[in-house]
T-cell receptor
Framework: GNSVTQMEGPVTLSEEAFLTINCTYT??????LFWYVQYPGEGLQLLLK?????DKGSNKGFEATYRKETTSFHLEKGSVQVSDSAVYFC??????????FGAGTTVTVRA | GAGVSQSPSNKVTEKGKDVELRCDPI?????LYWYRQSLGQGLEFLIY????????KSGLPSDRFSAERTGGSVSTLTIQRTQQEDSAVYLC????????????FGPGTRLLVL
């Protein structure tokens, strides 16, 4: 079946540090891949997505590249801010509508 | 425009009671999804509605769970005879249609069963 594995948190960083959150997936076929973010007290928001191999999704300084050869979709940001403190979820969607989520990674950025 | 809204935002109930959770999707969105976010299971799919088609209930964990969508808009998730393991955040999402469309999530209802 479909599954997503992402690095466990929590992750604590200083402002302007480099952030990487690893995400790997297991799925047959060619899933679409997503990163969702949940800020404190808010609902899940789509951060970025990629729908085919080698696509790069980007938003708010975050990037992730769909790597079919390594079945990965790692999230990166070069210089984090306190406002990036949130829980980040990697997710995949195969050729239907169900999203399969990773366990979530809590990121805390300190000033 | 307005996003997905859910009510109540928090619900505390006693074991054995029934609860109803409400979701108002984004206007014009024909697809509606329920997910559950719990400590032990992470985020899991529960049920999906698309227009007038029969819902996909494959993710409902037991027959105590049911959902309906009236008039193709508002949806209600009902949990009968609640158990402590039902404690979780219940998330609703909607999209313009299925397939490649982005799912937009509501803020969730936090359910605590004592």
């Amino acid at each position: 079946g479909n599954s997503v594995t992402q690095m466990e948190g929590p992750v604590t960083l200083s402002e302007e540090a480099f952030l990487t959150i690893n995400c790997t997936y297991t799925a047959t076929g060619y899933p679409s891949l997503f990163w969702y973010v949940q800020y404190p007290g808010e609902g899940l928001q789509l951060l970025l997505k990629a729908t085919k191999a080698d696509d790069k999704g980007s938003n708010k300084g975050f990037e992730a590249t769909y790597r079919k050869e390594t079945t990965s979709f790692h999230l990166e940001k070069g210089s984090v801010q306190v406002s990036d403190s949130a829980v980040y979820f990697c997710a995949l969607r195969r050729n239907d509508y169900k999203l399969s989520f990773g366990a979530g990674t809590t990121v805390t950025v300190r000033a | 425009g307005a996003g997905v809204s859910q009510s109540p935002s928090n619900k505390v109930t006693e074991k054995g009671k029934d609860v109803e959770l409400r979701c108002d999707p984004i206007s014009g969105h024909t697809a509606l999804y329920w997910y559950r976010q719990s400590l032990g299971q992470g985020l899991e799919f529960l049920i999906y509605f698309q227009g007038n088609s029969a819902p996909d209930k494959s993710g409902l964990p037991s027959d105590r769970f049911s959902a309906e969508r009236t008039g193709g808009s508002v949806s209600t998730l009902t949990i009968q005879r609640t158990q402590q393991e039902d404690s979780a955040v219940y998330l609703c999402a909607s999209s313009t249609r299925t397939g490649e469309e982005t799912q937009y999530f509501g803020p969730g209802t936090r359910l605590l069963v004592l």
